[in-house]
């Protein structure tokens, strides 16, 4: 009688369905799975990447306070000389084949017009 059973066309059917919602869900589960391990190993690659920016900045945060960077930075900035240096003032250099220099260029634009000025500034090649 059992083995009746398991060849009845009701019990193919209902076992076939079952089969088939089975492999369904372990689809979805895989796909599930699949989906969860790339985004780990994406945000892992971000965790890589903003650590090594991490370990740039105190690199350059441990640069920046070395007396080395703070002398070389405050010399010219507060005009400041060693014993026995003298300082040489340069004229500036020439920014263009005219001869312009960068110094000229602001008296120049102070006599157009505030329209032209922004013309000049939104629309000139830089």
Known sequence: MNL????????????STALILLLYSLALQLNKSYVIHKEISDLQSQIDHFQSQ???????????????????QARPLLNLQKPGEF??????????QTGATAASKP??????????AWWDYIFAPH
């Open 54 to 72: 991490n370990d740039e900045m105190l690199k350059l945060i441990a640069y920046l306070k070395t007396p080395e960077y703070q002398v070389r």
């Open 4 to 15: 009746d059973f398991l060849k009845s066309k009701f019990f193919i059917a209902v076992g």
């Open 107 to 116: 008296a120049a634009n102070q006599t157009a017009s505030n329209l032209r």
């Open 87 to 96: 300082a040489v003032a340069l004229p500036p250099v020439p920014d263009d």
